[in-house]
């Protein structure tokens, strides 16, 4: 399935209009975001530096001032890191690998309270189908219950089942350019 939602992507956003049409789902991703009551009530968000394949979020933490955190893979776990500066988010990738996130101030779970989580596919009840490392559900299985985990992807990511493992864990909801 992994490799089929990837072709999907790959041929919807291929080619010039395949990127702007890729940038809008994008932007109206970040809006559906900002405009879901949990984005409203959070003092804290942790967000994901994102796949050139999965959704550009980093509108989210340019233009506005809410606190971010990140997560940061650390051996078998992930580490979420504190990141203020803007900038070096605009020089990072997705692997965090600059000197800043070394040194970064790690953040509990615990004072998250929206969890941005990326994935392969989702089914519309928020089951998940993730890259395949376990990051993201050894993640959400800590999370308290104040903690609202909140799936981003396409539309096109949406499938109507996944196949699930016992350590396989949802999310509460899933955000699309068409706000699902």
């Known amino acids: 399935m992994r490799r089929e939602i990837r072709l999907c992507l790959a041929g919807i956003y291929a080619g010039e209009e395949g990127r702007a049409l890729r940038n809008m789902h ?5 809006d559906a975001i900002r405009t879901h009551s949990a984005w409203q009530r959070a003092q804290l968000v942790c967000a994901f ?6 959704p550009q979020i980093s509108p989210l933490w340019e233009e506005t001032e809410m606190p971010f955190c990140f997560p940061r893979i650390h051996g078998q776990e992930l580490k979420l890191v504190r990141i203020a500066d803007r900038d070096v988010l605009r020089r990072a990738n997705w692997k965090m690998s600059l000197p800043e996130f070394e040194t970064a101030p790690v953040v509990e779970l615990g004072e998250v309270d929206l969890l941005l989580v990326p994935g392969v596919a989702f089914t519309r009840e928020g089951a998940r189908l993730g890259r395949g490392g376990g990051y993201y559900d050894r993640l959400l299985a800590g999370r308290m219950a104040t903690t609202f985990a909140a799936g981003v992807c396409y539309s096109a990511q949406i499938v109507d089942a996944l196949v699930r493992e016992a350590h396989d864990m949802p999310v509460d909801a899933v955000v699309t350019e068409m706000r699902e």
């Open 26 to 30: 994008s932007r109206q991703i970040c």
């Open 49 to 54: 530096l994102p796949l050139s394949s999965e």
